[in-house]
């Protein structure tokens, strides 16, 4: 079994990523795939907005564990919604992105 990811962040990436994931809809598509992606993004999303109320107002780093599914969920989303961000948003997100990439590899 793999061990869980931790990632890097900070309360202004926290704060990046939970206002694109609120900006998504988790309605049942007809692909089966697509709806086990929804589902486990759906229960990132849920985990992240908790983590920022928890830590609201301290923008001092710390780790966020993510199973490997969940980081691999949130890591997909990430990549397609970045470039319809803006420009701060997408050095925020790309370099979440990343990050969870490298500890996925």
Not at 11 to 37: C, D, G, M, Y
Not at 53 to 74: C, G, H, M, S, T
Request: aromatic residues 8%; glycine residues 0%.
């Amino acid at each position: 079994m793999a061990q869980p990811i931790k990632v890097q962040l900070n309360l202004e990436k926290l704060k990046a990523i939970n206002h694109e994931l609120s900006q998504t809809s988790f309605e049942p598509a007809q692909n089966r795939w697509q709806n086990v992606e929804r589902a486990v993004l759906h229960q990132v999303a849920k985990t992240l907005a908790k983590k920022q109320i928890n830590i609201y107002p301290v923008n001092k780093p710390f780790k966020l564990k993510l199973q490997y599914y969940e980081a691999d969920a949130l890591e997909v989303f990430l990549r397609l919604i970045i470039e319809a961000t803006s420009i701060q948003e997408n050095y925020l997100l790309r370099s979440v992105a990343d990050e969870i990439n490298q500890k996925l590899a």
